[in-house]
T-cell receptor
Framework: DAGITQSPRHKVTETGTPVTLRCHQT?????MYWYRQDPGHGLRLIHY???????DKGEVSDGYSVSRSKTEDFLLTLESATSSQTSVYFC?????????????FGPGTRLTVT | KQEVTQIPAALSVPEGENLVLNCSFT??????LQWFRQDPGKGLTSLLL?????REQTSGRLNASLDKSSGRSTLYIAASQPGDSATYLC?????????????FGRGTSLIVHP
């Protein structure tokens, strides 16, 4: 298994509070991704990173920000959590984005916003 | 916009059957297609990656094929076992506004009963 950890694994928070989720990799892969998974919607890309300090928006980026100050860490921040952000969040990594760019996923973080 | 569809959404079969799961995509200009397995409450596990220049990949009892011109991929599972019960997702990596991001299907939920 690719060396990807996510923390925390479970979190319950109140509406309006800030929340930061962490993804840590030991594979030295250049690309990192944050997805959310919801019933009826499948996996949707929130933000991704193509290098240290290089990030871009995905399909559902509103209400989320990211930072990557080191190759191994990619942080996802909910500035002011809302109930619609209750979801399971997955981090993924890949060495490239070309045809050989296989993605590997972390174990996920279950976030509940009350 | 790339759209990925997986049919059927759910499948229940007796142990020992050979299965075919389908994945179709609307834009044939893809870089690769990846099949994943997801167990309940877990992250995604990569099964097979087919590069755009390849027609198929095999791993044990799994065989995935790719027909870019028709926008289709199939995952063939030989001699199914109860341990194959999981949700199977496909993802296509394609060019989108200068980036190369994956788009996921919603998955096929497979139950193999003894």
């Amino acid at each position: 298994d690719a060396g990807i950890t996510q923390s925390p694994r479970h979190k319950v928070t109140e509406t309006g509070t800030p929340v930061t989720l962490r993804c840590h990799q030991t594979e030295n892969h250049r690309y990192m991704y944050w997805y959310r998974q919801d019933p009826g919607h499948g996996l949707r890309l929130i933000h991704y990173s193509y290098g240290v300090k290089d990030t871009d928006k995905g399909e559902v980026s509103d209400g989320y920000s990211v930072s990557r100050s080191k190759t191994e860490d990619f942080l996802l921040t909910l500035e002011s959590a809302t109930s619609s952000q209750t979801s399971v969040y997955f981090c993924a990594i890949s060495e490239s984005t070309g045809s050989s760019g296989e993605q590997y996923f972390g174990p996920g973080t279950r976030l509940t916003v009350t | 916009k790339q759209e990925v569809t997986q049919i059927p959404a759910a499948l229940s079969v007796p142990e020992g059957e050979n299965l075919v799961l389908n994945c179709s995509f609307t834009d044939s200009a893809i870089y690769n297609l990846q099949w994943f397995r997801q167990d309940p409450g877990k992250g995604l596990t990569s099964l097979l990656l087919i590069q755009s220049s390849q027609r198929e990949q095999t791993s044990g009892r799994l065989n995935a094929s790719l027909d870019k011109s028709s926008g289709r991929s199939t995952l063939y599972i030989a001699a199914s076992q109860p341990g194959d019960s999981a949700t199977y997702l496909c993802a296509v990596r394609h060019a989108s506004g200068g980036s190369y991001i994956p788009t996921f299907g919603r998955g096929t939920s497979l139950i193999v009963h003894p």
